[in-house]
């Protein structure tokens, strides 16, 4: 998924002015998996900077929203749909930054 969110987002952006309806549905399908990927975020155990597993719910909740919560969150916001039904015109294709943000998930 994110492989495909590096390759077809940056052309998206650069090059597609108007959504067609099949865009519309996998952008939706994108969505509701780093969705899923967000929620799952809070269950997932993670290393410390001593190795040590951290496994207790409550600290791996504390430490996303912390730290990567924001990010991911900002990246699952319908912001271009809202904008592209709206009279704003080409700022749609700009409101589709924030999806650019997965890419930074690749380096973690």
Avoid: H
């Amino acid at each position: 998924m994110l492989l495909f969110t590096a390759l077809v987002t940056p052309y998206r952006i650069a090059f597609v002015d108007v959504d067609p309806p099949p865009w519309i549905v996998v952008e939706d399908a994108t969505d509701i998996i780093f969705f899923f990927d967000l929620c799952l975020n809070f269950f997932f155990a993670y290393y410390d900077q001593n190795d040590e597993v951290i496994d207790l719910r409550k600290k791996i909740a504390s430490t996303y929203l912390k730290g990567w919560f924001t990010l991911d969150f900002i990246t699952i916001l319908p912001i271009s749909q809202m904008i592209a039904t709206s009279d704003y015109g080409n700022i749609g294709r700009i409101a589709r930054l924030p999806r650019l943000y997965r890419l930074i998930k690749i380096f973690r």
